[in-house]
């Protein structure tokens, strides 16, 4: 019995929601351990192609069961709405395939103001934030000013504990920012609309991962984002508020004591960076524009462009290694294919010297890029299904990725559709 992570190598949109839903015919639970509804999976299968913020990306295959843990940022209004957008697609969301962790702390209306007063006030020196009110969220999770979504069942003592933190959050709302109060007749109506509609789903999804555990069951961790988006280990003070490291996964899915047998690193074939901070090998100009293009790199979430650059080993590296990966998973290897030859960053320059380590956060913005090209393979390679039938050019660029990371690829993604992939056995 194998219990796997799918997870982020760089700085996220590697392609994990791809991966997931191809892997989750192989698993009876999906589990998302960490963030919210601050990025998105886009899955494209039989019934469309989706952007999925919050839900796990096994909502659509039928038995599975989805569990969002007590890691993420649940924001009942924006779950709530998803819900509801595939429901109207025709895919089916009940209590039985969604179980939402008791002890998932709530995302609350004002987490996303505040987000958005912060970035207003940070100007230029913004981090990039997609004002869905992450940062906020955790920060007030550690000090514990939010609500369980446990607290749901009991409505009255719940209304009682927010008004107090309600009043609390005014403070900052109305005298650091000079923004409106949030009334009570507010949150009230936001309780009875979002708080209701999610409280159906709310279990104590420990037990459930306990009980799947004990009776070998397989279980799938999501992650959302990637390892340089890490709140310790990333590049901090660009990274994400929660942990994206699959050593976080038993915590954040509801059983700590829980072992991961398997990581699979999501690496794509080149890189993007959404928002703000160092992104050391990037691209400029029509070099950048024409990838962005292949790539289609536009953020799922915000439709904001995303900052394109080649492969960088370094960061890929340090990746792999943070996640403690034991397999990867190569995507969007097709999109180079328009590429005579292909540029990738195998070193960086800091001080003066080349280095394959990745540097401290603050001493990034030092760092420049050593880049070597390798050979194009000059054909469209979308069609192709086993490691034997890529043209040379394209096996030796997979083969620079394992040696460069001291880690095996078991997946290549050729194309967005669940069939568009090449298994390798190892
Ligand atoms: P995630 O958050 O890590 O799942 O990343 P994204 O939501 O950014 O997903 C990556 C995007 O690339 C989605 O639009 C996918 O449909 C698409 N995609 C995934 N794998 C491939 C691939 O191998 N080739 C191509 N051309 N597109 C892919």
């Given at each position: 019995?194998?219990?796997?992570?799918?997870?982020?190598?760089?700085?996220?949109?590697?392609?994990?929601?791809?991966?997931?839903?191809?892997?989750?015919?192989?698993?009876?639970?999906?589990?998302?351990?960490?963030?919210?509804?601050?990025?998105?999976?886009?899955?494209?299968?039989?019934?469309?192609?989706?952007?999925?913020?919050?839900?796990?990306?096994?909502?659509?295959?039928p038995?599975?069961?989805?569990?969002?843990?007590?890691?993420?940022?649940?924001?009942?209004?924006?779950?709530?709405?998803?819900?509801?957008?595939l429901r109207?697609?025709g895919v089916p969301v009940t209590?039985?395939n969604?179980?939402?962790?008791?002890?998932?702390?709530?995302?609350?209306?004002?987490?996303?103001?505040?987000?958005?007063?912060?970035?207003?006030?940070?100007?230029?020196?913004?981090?990039?934030?997609?004002?869905?009110?992450?940062?906020?969220?955790?920060?007030?999770?550690?000090?514990?000013?939010?609500?369980?979504?446990?607290?749901?069942?009991?409505?009255?003592?719940?209304?009682?504990?927010?008004?107090?933190?309600?009043?609390?959050?005014?403070?900052?709302?109305?005298?650091?920012?000079?923004?409106?109060?949030?009334?009570?007749?507010?949150?009230?109506?936001?309780?009875?609309?979002?708080?209701?509609?999610?409280?159906?789903?709310?279990?104590?999804?420990?037990?459930?991962?306990?009980?799947?555990?004990?009776?070998?069951?397989?279980?799938?961790?999501?992650?959302?984002?990637?390892?340089?988006?890490?709140?310790?280990?990333?590049?901090?003070?660009?990274?994400?508020?929660?942990?994206?490291?699959?050593?976080?996964?038993?915590?954040?899915?509801?059983?700590?004591?829980?072992?991961?047998?398997?990581?699979?690193?999501?690496?794509?074939?080149?890189?993007?960076?959404?928002?703000?901070?160092?992104?050391?090998?990037?691209?400029?100009?029509?070099?950048?524009?024409?990838?962005?293009?292949?790539?289609?790199?536009?953020?799922?979430?915000?439709?904001?462009?995303?900052?394109?650059?080649?492969?960088?080993?370094?960061?890929?590296?340090?990746?792999?290694?943070?996640?403690?990966?034991?397999?990867?998973?190569?995507?969007?290897?097709?999109?180079?294919?328009?590429?005579?030859?292909?540029?990738?960053?195998?070193?960086?320059?800091?001080?003066?010297?080349?280095?394959?380590?990745?540097?401290?956060?603050?001493?990034?913005?030092?760092?420049?890029?050593?880049?070597?090209?390798?050979?194009?393979?000059?054909?469209?390679?979308?069609?192709?299904?086993?490691?034997?039938?890529?043209?040379?050019?394209?096996?030796?660029?997979?083969?620079?990725?394992?040696?460069?990371?001291?880690?095996?690829?078991?997946?290549?993604?050729?194309?967005?559709?669940?069939?568009?992939?090449?298994?390798?056995?190892?």
């Amino acid at each position: 019995m194998k219990h796997t992570a799918v997870v982020g190598i760089n700085w996220g949109d590697e392609g994990k929601g791809r991966m997931v839903d191809l892997l989750t015919e192989d698993y009876d639970i999906v589990v998302r351990y960490q963030g919210g509804g601050n990025a998105g999976h886009t899955v494209v299968n039989e019934k469309g192609k989706f952007a999925l913020h919050l839900l796990p990306s096994g909502i659509f295959r039928p038995g599975v069961v989805n569990i969002l843990g007590n890691g993420v940022a649940l924001d009942p209004e924006n779950l709530w709405n998803e819900i509801e957008t595939l429901r109207e697609k025709g895919v089916p969301v009940t209590p039985e395939n969604l179980k939402i962790s008791d002890r998932a702390p709530l995302l609350l209306p004002w987490h996303r103001q505040q987000d958005a007063l912060e970035e207003a006030r940070l100007a230029d020196k913004k981090y990039g934030s997609t004002k869905q009110g992450i940062a906020p969220f955790y920060s007030d999770k550690y000090q514990k000013k939010t609500v369980m979504a446990g607290e749901l069942a009991d409505p009255e003592k719940l209304r009682a504990r927010l008004r107090g933190i309600l009043a609390w959050k005014n403070l900052t709302l109305t005298r650091v920012y000079g923004a409106e109060a949030v009334t009570e007749e507010e949150l009230d109506e936001w309780l009875a609309r979002y708080g209701e509609a999610i409280r159906p789903f709310v279990c104590d999804t420990g037990e459930i991962l306990r009980e799947a555990d004990r009776a070998g069951r397989r279980i799938l961790f999501e992650a959302q984002l990637g390892a340089l988006r890490d709140l310790d280990y990333g590049i901090f003070p660009y990274t994400t508020s929660s942990n994206t490291l699959a050593a976080y996964a038993p915590v954040g899915a509801g059983l700590p004591s829980l072992r991961v047998d398997e990581v699979i690193g999501v690496v794509k074939a080149y890189s993007t960076c959404v928002g703000e901070g160092p992104f050391t090998a990037e691209m400029n100009g029509e070099e950048a524009d024409r990838l962005r293009e292949a790539g289609v790199e536009y953020g799922a979430k915000t439709g904001r462009p995303r900052r394109v650059g080649p492969l960088d080993l370094v960061a890929t590296r340090y990746g792999v290694s943070l996640q403690g990966a034991t397999g990867l998973a190569v995507t969007k290897l097709d999109v180079l294919s328009y590429m005579d030859r292909i540029p990738v960053c195998t070193h960086y320059l800091l001080d003066g010297e080349k280095t394959d380590r990745f540097p401290f956060p603050a001493r990034l913005e030092e760092a420049a890029p050593v880049i070597r090209y390798v050979d194009g393979w000059g054909c469209d390679i979308s069609g192709v299904r086993r490691f034997e039938d890529l043209p040379q050019a394209a096996r030796e660029y997979i083969e620079m990725i394992e040696q460069a990371a001291d880690c095996p690829v078991g997946y290549i993604s050729v194309g967005p559709e669940r069939e568009s992939i090449i298994r390798r056995a190892h």
